[in-house]
């Protein structure tokens, strides 16, 4: 089992950066995934970011290529997202998510077995 923990979320004004962080714990080093996810009101949940655990390989959607950044502690127990230029639509949940299988596709929410409880993103303009 993994046990997922997200903090770091807030309300920011536009322009603003926020940096989540994501505290794993558990059988952490069975894990091969570990993503964001995010979701906002009316919408469903979507995959920004992911990363490779033992190649660091980072995959991101392009709604936030380029502004955001996610990374892993050494010791693969922190996952993190360094969030930069936010804007309103960037509100939402986001969640932060483990697998420990190979995933074919990144973006799809069933390989991930393990979730975190999410944290409130909120970007006023």
């Known amino acids: 089992q993994v046990q997922l923990a997200e903090s770091g979320g807030g309300s920011v004004q536009a322009g603003g950066s926020l940096r989540l962080s994501c505290a794993a714990s558990?059988?952490?080093?069975?894990?091969?995934?570990m993503a964001w996810f995010r979701q906002a009101p009316g919408k469903e949940r979507e995959a920004i970011a992911a990363?490779?655990?033992?190649?660091?390989?980072?995959y991101y959607d392009d709604s936030v290529k380029g502004r955001f950044i996610i990374s892993q502690d050494n010791a693969k127990t922190a996952l993190y997202l360094q969030m930069n230029s936010l804007g309103p639509d960037d509100t939402a949940v986001y969640y932060c998510?483990?697998?420990?299988?190979?995933?074919?596709?990144?973006?799809?929410?069933?390989?991930?077995?393990?979730w975190g409880q999410g944290t409130q993103v909120t970007v006023s303009s």
């Open positions: 990363i490779h655990r033992s190649s660091g390989i980072t």
């Open positions: 998510a483990a697998s420990r299988v190979f995933l074919p596709s990144w973006r799809n929410s069933d390989y991930y077995a393990y």
């Open positions: 558990g059988y952490t080093s069975g894990t091969v995934f």
